[in-house]
């Protein structure tokens, strides 16, 4: 639910005071609200006498015993409707009748009703009020003393929630977890009273919760300082985000984390690093013969360019913008050398697997293997069958289909001979006039080759079921071999 007024309301009432419940009206009525909304400042009791009640300012909690309507002879329904009129926060009662469902006022019920009660539910009032106003206290204490220490983050987060006692999390615009407190079974939940929402600047989102009902009221109190506190501690360190190498080196870390990287780490550690978590982002490789100045205009018209260090043979970059824009006939191919460019993610959890087809993308293209210098990993047109490839690249499952089709020709053929051939020869779709050109070998080398793999694997190069199964052998060992 939405942040309301700090306040003490009839579901904190209900919370402290477990001998109430309400009855009315339902749910599904339409006058029906959430009692989370409905603000209580004092408790007063009718009267069979007139007046009836004191002079009424707003907010008050009617106790209406139900001998009130025996003794004025008016229908407890008569009553419940004329309260309705009133800015009260609700009614009380101990009457066990019928009581219309769609009633205007909210109704409460409890056992009995004694002189004391007025009296008794105050106090429980005061003393609420009192004890979230010590915990905000508090609270603007801890605040202050996270600032004066530059805290990051994250500690003000773990520092508020204990003393709140309700984990806090805060969420990205498109919704990845920032900071959290919690665990993966607190999901937040818009519509329940076990959570409360605050939308901070940029399209962050703060949620408190879940919340005990019994420190709903404290937690409403405060939200508007964990928001603020929260603002201001993300702001500053937005302002501190490195600069020049100390940015080149926080990206790359970034973007050689594994797939297997917690969210929420992923997310801090871009915060940190300065990129934004809520614009969507590629990750490039980029051969080292390509100059900088090069990648930065074959990459222009898919975002602003990050430089991010480099990784084995390769150098990094990581691309912002704030929609995903398609690359297919925007990306600019290198002279020389190639570019690598994963598919566009939305979140900074997804920047390892972004890395990772990336980096499938750059073996591909250093081994000539794609018939270009420069492509994303969303033009599955340049793609081809490598996409279908890609989610078992380098899996057990991939090595063991190799193994299965070649395995008796890579045992019989030391030098490799006749696995290129092979490859060659299912490139050029089975037309060894025009394999024996791309290898650069006589027609008969080649029918003799040809004769010697048929020699070797069980399958019969002139039918094209047999073709195609060996040429994703080829496909899958060309990359293992990389």
Do not use: C
């Not at 003490?8 to 029906?32: G, N």
């Not at 009836?52 to 001998?67: F, K, Q, S, Y």
């Not at 605040?143 to 929630?161: H, K, N, Y």
């Not at 940190?272 to 490039?284: E, F, H, I, N, Y």
Request: proline letters at 6%.
């Amino acid at each position: 639910m939405e942040a309301i007024s700090g306040e003490i309301t009839l579901f904190d009432l209900i919370a402290w005071e477990p001998r109430i419940h309400p009855i009315a009206p339902q749910p599904e009525s339409p006058a029906w609200r959430r009692l989370t909304t409905l603000d209580v400042d004092w408790v007063v009791t009718a009267r069979s006498t007139q007046p009836m009640l004191p002079t009424l300012r707003g907010g008050e909690l009617i106790i209406l015993p139900a001998r009130i309507a025996r003794e004025t002879g008016v229908p407890f329904g008569t009553l419940i409707r004329e309260l309705g009129a009133q800015p009260v926060a609700g009614v009380l009662t101990d009457y066990v009748g019928d009581v219309d469902a769609n009633t205007p006022v909210t109704v409460l019920q409890i056992s009995s009703i004694d002189n004391e009660l007025e009296r008794d539910l105050n106090r429980v009032i005061t003393n609420g009020r009192r004890q979230a106003l010590q915990r905000i206290a508090e609270l603007d204490q801890a605040i202050a003393e996270a600032g004066a220490r530059g805290s990051r983050p994250s500690e003000l987060i773990d520092r508020l929630s204990r003393l709140l006692g309700v984990p806090i999390t805060v969420h990205t615009p498109g919704n990845t977890v920032l900071f959290t407190t919690g665990t993966s079974r607190d999901q937040p939940t818009a519509n329940s009273d076990a959570w409360v929402r605050s939308v901070l600047r940029n399209g962050y989102t703060v949620w408190l919760g879940s919340i005990p009902p019994a420190r709903h009221a404290m937690v409403r109190f405060a939200v508007g300082h964990v928001r603020d506190a929260l603002q201001r501690a993300l702001d500053s360190t937005t302002s501190h985000a490195p600069r020049g190498n100390a940015r080149v080196a926080a990206l790359n870390t970034l973007l050689q984390e594994p797939v297997t990287s917690d969210r929420e780490k992923l997310a801090q550690q871009a915060h940190l690093a300065g990129v934004p978590t809520d614009r969507s982002l590629r990750v490039a490789y980029s051969s080292l013969d390509v100059p900088e100045t090069q990648v930065r205009r074959s990459l222009q018209h898919l975002g602003d360019v990050l430089e991010a260090g480099d990784w084995q043979q390769s150098k990094l970059w990581l691309v912002v913008s704030r929609a995903a824009i398609p690359a297919v006939g925007r990306l600019g191919a290198p002279p020389r050398g190639w570019l690598a460019v994963s598919a566009a993610v939305n979140s900074p959890g997804d920047v390892p697997e972004a890395s990772r087809q990336a980096r499938y993308l750059s073996k591909l293209l250093a081994a000539d293997l794609i018939d270009t210098t420069a492509m994303a990993f969303d033009d599955s047109s340049a793609l081809g069958i490598h996409g279908l490839l890609y989610p078992g690249w380098e899996s057990a499952e991939q090595r063991a289909y190799r193994d299965q089709h070649l395995g008796p020709l890579l045992d019989n053929d030391p030098r490799g001979q006749l696995i290129e051939t092979l490859g060659v020869y299912l490139d050029q779709q089975g037309s060894q006039s025009h394999a024996a050109d791309a290898l650069g070998i006589h027609r008969n080398t080649l029918s003799y080759r040809l004769r010697q793999i048929e020699a070797v694997l069980p399958l019969d190069l002139m039918d094209a079921h047999s073709r195609l199964t060996l040429h994703v052998a080829i496909a899958i060992h060309r990359m293992i071999a990389l």
